[in-house]
């Protein structure tokens, strides 16, 4: 082996040398030359010294004949070769433009490569959308519900069949929130979200209709149900829409009576307000609920509270409004009727009649005094016109009433004085308005305006004294300081009793009887006795008045 070695090593550089450059560098020897190479070296290393000797000779016969045998296969294959010379002549002009063409090739490859992409996603496209088309037709009936979803919503809707609208929204809400990506479906929710506020404004405006605790139900229900407001805020819906109801069958009321326009007023809220109560405690049970608000809380009862409260001052402006157009001499029957509805209210724990006495209170007392001073105002003018130099009024023509247990009667003697008569029966007829409907409390004023009174007629005479004193006769005159006498010395105390005698001691008033030509001071009192025989009995009959406080607040 080792012999067998170190021969190849010796053939493999003999090799080198003999195919050397000129530089001595070894030239690449193909693997057919370099086995028959080998083979041929061992060849030789076999043959003995003449052998060896004859190789010479031999390698150059062979080469003679090899030539010859060349020679003799060229000039009788001569057009071989000339075609064989076309033919790689043609083949390398053929694989020239192969190559240029190859080249190009290799050029547009990247993009083909491109362009191949992007039909592979194109077609990749076409397959999806093919699959989607197919999709969508194997599904188009449940599509087609999916589409007119909202044409249903909005036919619920405008019938009224708000448990189908509401189960349609809340199937959408789902579909939404399952396939948000699908912009078909943002589409329908939208929709049905315009859809549900024109819902909940017909249900608010139905609040704002006559419907009854049924009705309430059903519509807070599909409030709850929407779920748009909080707690808080669906109670005052409730509260708004209802109060909206009242307010405009109360302005529907005529107003040309102030009385039959506060009796409606007081009826209708006595009846729909407690209606209305009574509904919204039967739809929110639970008051003592603490619902938060911001970064505080607030209590749901304050939501009543305050709206019943707000109802109450206007019901209260509206009493004070009317009462001041005049109700007439039916203060008492608005009083009642007002008190009735304030005890009513009782029941729901708002009884608020306490409210009321001061405004009744302050209208009779006005109402009191504004009377008096007019009385006292056409005492003064009618003065002017009044005749101090006439007969007095015949003893005949006063009537003395029989005297009765809790009665009041007036003064005999000022009969005598026509002035003071007048004054005294237009103070005894705004008395007996007021016994109708008489507070204690105004007993004050009252006694204020009668006093104010008494002294004004006084100042009136006193000052018609002075200023006709020069131009009357001493009759005249004689009769004018009687009246202004008998005024301080009678007039002036009855009328300061009148008070106590009409809160405390519940008497009866005579009116004053006297001639009906002498009833007002303004009235010509010159007729003479004959006269009066003349014209038979002039007397008026005058029925008993009390003037008694049927109420007391």
């Not at 530089?23 to 003449?50: H, K, N, Q, W």
């Not at 093919?130 to 009936?141: C, D, I, P």
Request: negative net charge.
């Amino acid at each position: 082996l080792l012999l067998n070695r170190v021969m190849e090593l010796e053939n493999e550089s003999l090799l080198k040398f003999l195919y050397a450059d000129q530089d001595g560098e070894g030239l690449t020897v193909p693997d057919d030359i370099r086995s028959e190479f080998s083979a041929y070296i061992t060849y030789l290393c076999g043959c003995g010294i003449d052998q060896l000797l004859r190789q010479h000779d031999s390698i150059s016969e062979e080469r003679r004949v090899i030539r010859q045998d060349t020679k003799k296969l060229a000039s009788e294959n001569y057009r071989t070769f000339i075609k064989s010379s076309d033919c790689i002549t043609d083949i390398n002009a053929r694989f020239a433009e192969i190559d240029s063409k190859l080249l190009k090739l290799s050029d547009g490859i990247p993009q083909f490569v491109d362009k191949f992409q992007a039909f592979c996603t194109s077609a990749q496209e076409v397959t999806t959308k093919k699959k989607q088309n197919s999709q969508t037709l194997s599904k188009h009936n449940q599509l087609l519900e999916t589409l007119e979803i909202t044409q249903l919503m909005d036919t619920c809707v405008r019938n009224h069949y708000y448990d189908e609208a509401l189960e349609l929204s809340a199937y959408v809400k789902r579909l939404e929130k399952r396939l948000e990506h699908v912009h078909l479906l943002k589409a329908i929710a939208q929709d049905v979200d315009k859809l549900k506020k024109v819902m909940l404004n017909q249900l608010v405006q139905q609040l704002r209709g006559n419907i009854q605790l049924p009705a309430c139900l059903r519509i807070i229900g599909y409030l709850r149900r929407m779920d748009v407001f909080r707690e808080d805020q669906l109670r005052q819906k409730f509260l708004q829409a209802r109060g909206a109801w009242l307010k405009s069958i109360l302005n529907s009321v005529p107003s040309t009576d102030p009385y039959t326009h506060i009796s409606k007023i007081i009826e209708l809220n006595r009846i729909h307000l407690f209606d209305i109560v009574t509904q919204y405690r039967a739809l929110f049970a639970n008051d003592e609920q603490m619902q938060p608000f911001g970064t505080t809380n607030i209590h749901l009862k304050n939501v009543f509270s305050s709206w019943i409260l707000h109802k109450i001052n206007d019901f209260l402006k509206q009493l004070k409004a009317d009462l001041d157009a005049g109700v007439g001499g039916r203060i008492e029957s608005v009083l009642n009727q007002s008190m009735y509805f304030g005890l009513s209210f009782s029941r729901i724990g708002v009884d608020f009649r306490t409210l009321l006495l001061p405004i009744f209170n302050d209208f009779i007392s006005s109402n009191f005094t504004r009377s008096v001073r007019g009385i006292s105002e056409a005492f003064k003018v009618s003065l002017t016109y009044f005749n101090f130099g006439a007969n007095p009024i015949p003893a005949s023509s006063i009537v003395q009433p029989l005297p009765q247990s809790g009665y009041l009667s007036p003064p005999v003697s000022v009969i005598a004085f026509p002035p003071l008569s007048w004054y005294l029966n237009e103070l005894m007829e705004v008395l007996n308005e007021l016994r109708a409907c008489c507070p204690v409390a105004i007993r004050k004023s009252v006694e204020q305006s009668l006093s104010w009174s008494s002294q004004s007629i006084l100042d009136n005479l006193q000052e018609y004294h002075t200023s006709e004193n020069s131009t009357m006769t001493k009759k005249e005159l004689q009769f004018l300081e009687d009246t202004i006498e008998t005024h301080r010395n009678t007039v002036i105390p009855f009328v300061a009793s009148l008070a106590s005698h009409l809160f405390e001691s519940r008497q009866k008033v005579f009116p004053l009887i006297i001639d009906s030509a002498s009833h007002h001071p303004g009235t010509n009192t010159g007729a003479t006795e004959s006269e009066a025989e003349q014209t038979g009995d002039t007397t008026t009959e005058a029925s008993l008045l009390d003037t008694t406080t049927s109420l007391s607040l």
